[in-house]
């Protein structure tokens, strides 16, 4: 079964840094861009952050540039997204999906099942 897990959610203070991880299993994501995504309560989702297969593409939000990070180790299988100065309004569930090769806002064909970050003294 092909999926992609993230983890690295939680609770962290403004100001503060968390890094997502985002691992494919039963597939291998080298030849897949691999994007990230966030859904806030009420609000619509938001492409945050994308890198392609190659690693050679990084894409960020107008949101998130300066702030977040994207990068793929593909010896571990893992995309990484480090968000640092996090703010209350960076509060919502990120998700991370994969399609071939190029980045993209839309067309993603396998999702991950999302992790909760929580900005809040």
């Known amino acids: 079964q092909l999926q992609l897990v993230e983890s690295g959610g939680g609770l962290v203070s403004p100001g503060g840094s968390v890094r997502l991880s985002c691992a494919g299993s039963g597939f291998t994501l080298n030849s897949y861009a691999i994007g990230w995504f966030r859904q806030a309560p009420g609000k619509e989702r938001e492409a945050i952050s994308c890198?392609?297969?190659?690693?050679?593409?990084?894409n960020y939000a107008d949101s998130v540039k300066g702030r977040f990070t994207i990068s793929r180790d593909n010896a571990k299988n893992t995309v990484y997204l480090q968000m640092n100065s996090l703010q209350p309004e960076d509060t919502a569930i990120y998700y991370c999906?994969?399609?071939?090769?190029?980045?993209?806002?839309?067309?993603?064909?396998?999702w991950g099942q999302g992790t909760q970050v929580t900005v809040s003294s």
């Open positions: 999906a994969a399609r071939k090769y190029f980045c993209s806002t839309d067309n993603y064909n396998y």
């Open positions: 890198i392609s297969s190659s690693g050679g593409s990084l």
